[in-house]
Nanobody, 123 residues
């Protein structure tokens, strides 16, 4: 079993930055992908960013492109999401996601979920 644990969410003013992280433990894997989704009450979980674990190829939602950067430290089995120029509309619970083989662009493609970390951006 693989467990994903997020940390580093919080409250920040608009224009500020946060850097949540996601640590994988258990029977981790070196292929596949890890990334982030976000969700607000009453809406579906939305793809934010992903990174392939073998080649480091990244992919972002248009809404965060140029503001968010995803990176990984394979030695620590950890993925980071550097979030800059935050906006109130970025407020959500951010969930770490992983897929053992291949990549994902929607929640249906995810094998493993973390429990989430709250990110709140005040105006």
């Amino acid at each position: 079993q693989v467990q994903l644990v997020e940390s580093g969410g919080g409250l920040v003013q608009a224009g500020g930055s946060l850097r949540p992280s996601c640590a994988a433990s258990g029977r981790t894997f070196s292929s596949g992908a890890m990334g982030w989704f976000r969700q607000v009450p009453g809406k579906e979980r939305e793809f934010v960013a992903r990174i392939s674990l073998s080649g480091g190829v990244t992919y972002y939602a248009d809404s965060v492109k140029g503001r968010f950067t995803i990176s990984r430290d394979n030695a620590k089995n950890t993925v980071y999401l550097q979030m800059n120029s935050l906006r109130p509309e970025d407020t959500a619970i951010y969930y770490c996601a992983a897929r053992r083989v291949g990549v994902f662009t929607s929640a249906r493609g995810v094998d493993i979920w973390g429990r989430g970390t709250q990110v709140t951006v005040s105006a």
